[in-house]
């Protein structure tokens, strides 16, 4: 397992570029853009290539630049950020299209929270006040991003 | 601004659009919304925004100052006020937001600012 920071499209393209990758997950933000399809926007600031969708901005790469044939055939890919799979042609049905694998994504329409409760991290429950109102310690380990509404809904696209 | 309870959520990286209908309305307003907004900095009544944490309208409408003036500094706009950095992300903000007059310190220095970007 290989863990890497990442600010751009680039990046991403460049860590599956290893090959045989038989999974993907992704953590950072995502979501739907202004009338317009989903995006993972991988960079903290606007900057060219710091966003992941077919939008066409100057800031966007589109999931086209991802080599589908750098992953195995089994692969998989989870998006664990905000709306992933929510909304109006959402990232992960971008990528699932381009990379031909099971692409994962939130479905659920609120942003996310971090959790150390592993029922709910794995979609067991739904989110209740008390897990918004106690965040992760900043020593925790174990930690889950899951969406705040409802319970977590990891889509397949 | 009188929708700002209605926001369910916001842009999440500087300089990206804003996507709620909500929120599109009262960014278009640009300069004409920003004293209201500053006003509402100490309201620290939950919103429906939750990016990571669970916003006040307070924070929201920072957030659509931000978004309105791209001003050079967080979450002081003249970057003359450094928050205190324990975590180096949202925590900070928190931290420091839940401190005694925070939020009174923060809307006098936008309501100052935005004197000046007239």
């Not at chain 1, 966003?51 to 100057?58: A, E, M, P, Q, V």
């Amino acid at each position: 397992m290989t863990i890497t920071h990442i600010s751009t499209v680039a990046g991403m393209v460049s860590a599956v570029s290893v090959g045989n990758v038989v999974y993907l997950a992704y953590f950072g933000h995502s979501g739907p853009t202004r009338g317009g399809p989903g995006a993972l926007f991988i960079g903290e600031t606007a900057s060219p290539g710091s966003n992941l969708t077919i939008r066409g901005n100057t800031n966007d790469r589109p999931a086209t630049d991802i080599p589908a044939n750098k992953f195995r055939t089994d692969a998989q890919v989870r998006l664990f950020g905000c709306r992933g799979g929510y909304g109006t042609d959402p990232i992960a049905q971008q990528m699932a299209d381009q990379l031909r694998i099971p692409v994962y994504g939130y479905t659920n329409s609120g942003g996310s929270l971090f959790t150390t409760d592993s029922t709910l991290g794995h979609g067991g429950r739904a989110v209740r006040q008390i897990d918004i109102n106690t965040p992760p310690p900043a020593n925790a380990t174990n930690v889950w991003l899951i969406p705040i509404n409802g319970s977590p809904t990891f889509s397949r696209f | 601004m009188n929708n700002i309870h209605l926001i369910v959520g916001l842009s999440q990286k500087q300089g990206e659009p804003q996507w709620d209908e909500h929120a599109i309305q009262i960014t278009k307003l640009g300069k004409l919304a920003a004293p209201n907004l500053a006003d509402k900095i100490t309201d620290e009544s939950p919103s429906q925004v939750f990016e990571l944490f669970h916003y006040a309208i307070g924070d929201v409408a920072l957030a659509l100052l931000v978004d309105i003036y791209q001003a050079p500094g967080w979450p002081f706009p003249d970057g003359s006020i450094q928050i205190p950095k324990t975590y180096g992300d949202f925590r900070d903000y928190l931290a420091f937001v839940k401190t005694k007059g925070a939020r009174e310190r923060l809307k006098q220095a936008w309501k100052i600012y935005i004197q000046t970007q007239r």
